[in-house]
């Protein structure tokens, strides 16, 4: 039968030869489906400037639809999507020219790593770090904090261990 092309962007496939390969990179169908792809990860700042740019769509705004659809030259965004799209683009550059502002989340597992660290260390001075990381094991609820036990479907390689501790398992001989 011979090799087959699979285009990722136009989810289809055809005879991989240089005739019909060139031919479909050519096409307008892939370059609509290649912007289509590439639109999809561009950041709301660029979309805004865009969308600004624009005129709004008369036919979008009568009847609710378009036959261009997202390849139209005018703009189907109504006022309140350019507004939350504004909020949103002001919230990122503050975002980024703040670093400091971080959620509160990030920081409340900071602060409970440098609580840990303070804990091991001045138990270590007394010599009951041991006994003490015995009883951690199985407080959960005093050890971890409640963001990291609230992320749901965990591997189980990163569940906390259960109240009990972990089975003890028989080591058997491999053959």
């Known amino acids: 039968m011979g090799k087959r092309y699979f285009c990722d962007y136009c989810d289809r496939s055809f005879q991989d030869n240089m005739h019909n390969r060139k031919k479909h990179l050519n096409g307008v169908q892939h370059h609509r489906a290649k912007k289509a792809w590439f639109d999809y990860f561009r950041d709301s700042e660029a979309?805004?400037?865009?969308?600004?740019?624009?005129k709004p769509c008369r036919k979008f705004l009568q009847t609710g639809n378009c036959g261009f659809g997202p390849n139209c030259r005018f703009s189907h965004m109504s006022e309140?999507?350019?507004a939350n799209?504004?909020?949103?683009?002001?919230d990122e550059r503050l975002h980024r020219e703040d670093p400091k502002d971080t959620r509160s989340s990030e920081?409340?597992?900071e602060e409970w790593l440098t609580r840990r660290e303070k804990r091991k260390l001045a138990l270590s001075s007394e010599g009951e770090l041991k006994d003490k990381e015995e009883s951690e094991g199985s407080q959960t609820e005093n050890g971890i904090p409640a963001e990291l036990l609230s992320v749901p479907d965990l591997p189980p390689s990163l569940l906390p261990p259960p109240p009990g501790g972990w089975r003890a398992m028989a080591v058997g001989e491999w053959s």
Do not use: H, P, W
């Open 80 to 82: 309140d999507e350019m």
């Open 107 to 109: 920081r409340s597992i």
């Open 85 to 90: 799209l504004k909020r949103q683009v002001e």
């Open 47 to 54: 979309i805004l400037n865009d969308e600004q740019a624009k």
